[in-house]
């Protein structure tokens, strides 16, 4: 009997789930034959896989380094500790808490440092770019803090600071979110901590999208900046699925006891160790170089799209990102997406600035180009996908055009592959 306990725990998936591992398998095969233009995704390396599906997952680990509510801590200790050592390098702080288990976790662990229920925050509008956790009435952001919220100017669809002030003296909030999720311009981090110590106020920057520029150093960093910076590490930093804080030391403490045991409990250690060689790889010069190359292709796609006459929100791009408004097409954002699904072409639709369609059908889709970039490549692709995606908006009505499309992403998937055989 106890050989047979033993044995299941030796199964491979294949043999004791195969389902499970059938859907593995498919998956693997869907990232491998479709173009993903999903901004918010990536691809991370086999070490990052592999520390990601690790042992690690079997341990227990409440509390930090050196004082743990658990025996056996030695070794994910020093996993823990390498991760916040490397993560206080690549972004100059003072202090991190990489245990986080999701961006969302992290901005909701700073707003319980910083604040009591009821106090006012303010961050940028969802429908302009911000994100949920940001202050929107159905986040628990919104419905613990009394939140208002900034939008972007209704004629350039790009951040003024003078409005974001004028917003901010009628508010008063307690608290500024800068950062974003759908707008493609750098952000002034500095004109936004001026707001924020004219009004008492502390000022939150999320980075969850460009930590992977602020890494790399292509961005400006808002870590000396800001009280709090709270970041993902999945998306351009190229780690596995998770958040992280990073702060100033004075709020070090308020901030880990705020995540634990404030709002979570067991880290996950093989998160944390996978995130440990995310920053090891962020701190090489590659890194650097396949930054560049996120930027160059986004502008790239950018330019490629507006000489095939679509209308860029802001008229391009910073970052890894480009909002496109498809007014001028006759197509929605929902219609675009399903239709290049079809076609192994993987975009989210997104709301534009003041779009005047719902946010289950509105007008835009989000495009970007990090895990493209993962995949090898470059400018030109990047300008055969954006008249790709034109013949296929174009000739939405005609089937055999269409199948010609698919077969050139098929081939282009080919020649990048995903994942070695
Ligand atoms: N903050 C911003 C700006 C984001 O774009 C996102 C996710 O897209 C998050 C926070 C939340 O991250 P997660 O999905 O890991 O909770």
Redesign the pocket.
Known sequence: MNEKVKAVSMQSLQFSDPEIATILDEEKKRQQDSLNLIA?ENMVSGAVLEAQGSVLTNKYAEGYPDARYYGGCFFVDHAEKLAISRAKELFAAGHVNVQPH??????IAAYLALLNPGDRIMGMNLSHG?????GSKINISGSHFHSFSYGVDRDTFLLNIDQVSEKALEVKPKLIIA???AYPRLIDFEGFKEIADDLGAYLLV?I??TAGFIAAGLHPNPVPVADIV?A?T??TLRGP???MILCQDKYASVIDKAVFPGMQGGPLMHIIAAKAVAFKEAKSPGFITYLEFVLANAKALARALTDLGYDLVTGGTDTHQVLVDLSNKYVSGLEAETLLDRLNICVNKNAIPYDKKGANDPSGMRLGTPTLTSRGMGPDQMEEIASLIDQALAGRHNPKKLEIIKQRVGSLCQEFPAYSK
């Open positions: 918010s999701s961006g969302t976790s992290a901005n911000g994100h949920l956790t940001h950062g974003a999720s999320d969850a999208h709270t993902t999945h998306k699925r998770g958040g």
